[in-house]
């Protein structure tokens, strides 16, 4: 599949302050440096993973890290954030259910 791709790429992320109070969402937008069949390299700073400030974003791929438009990114951000609401709510579950048989009169046994 064939993507048309401009100049910049956009990511869109919550915006947090340091006590943790939710400022609103921000959209990046990314200049990109080269561009290859795949993909493209863009420009990025202020990320411990990112070695030498660029980073390789899979245009093509299933879950790309950045979107070629922003309307695109807004789609990705609600996907993701859908996913991390499903991982978060299964993890919930597994320590209500730990905290229910701790909680219980049965006893525990010894590893």
């Known amino acids: 599949m064939k993507t048309e791709v401009g ?5 869109i992320d919550g915006d947090w302050e340091e006590d943790g109070g939710f400022m609103g ?3 990046w937008r990314y200049k990109i440096e080269k561009r290859t069949p ?3 390299w863009i420009r990025i700073w ?3 993973e990112i070695k030498r ?3 390789f974003v899979n245009i093509g791929a299933m879950k790309p890290w950045a979107s070629v438009t922003p309307e695109k990114a807004r789609a990705e951000f609600i996907t993701r954030r859908k ?3 499903r991982i978060l709510d299964a993890r919930l579950n597994m320590a209500e259910t730990e905290l229910q048989a701790a909680q ?4 525990i046994p010894a590893a």
């Open 104 to 107: 219980s009169d049965e006893a």
């Open 46 to 48: 202020g990320s411990p």
């Open 53 to 55: 400030g660029r980073k």
């Open 25 to 27: 969402l921000r959209c």
């Open 38 to 40: 795949c993909g493209a």
């Open 7 to 11: 100049e910049y790429l956009y990511r």
């Open 83 to 85: 996913a991390y609401i």
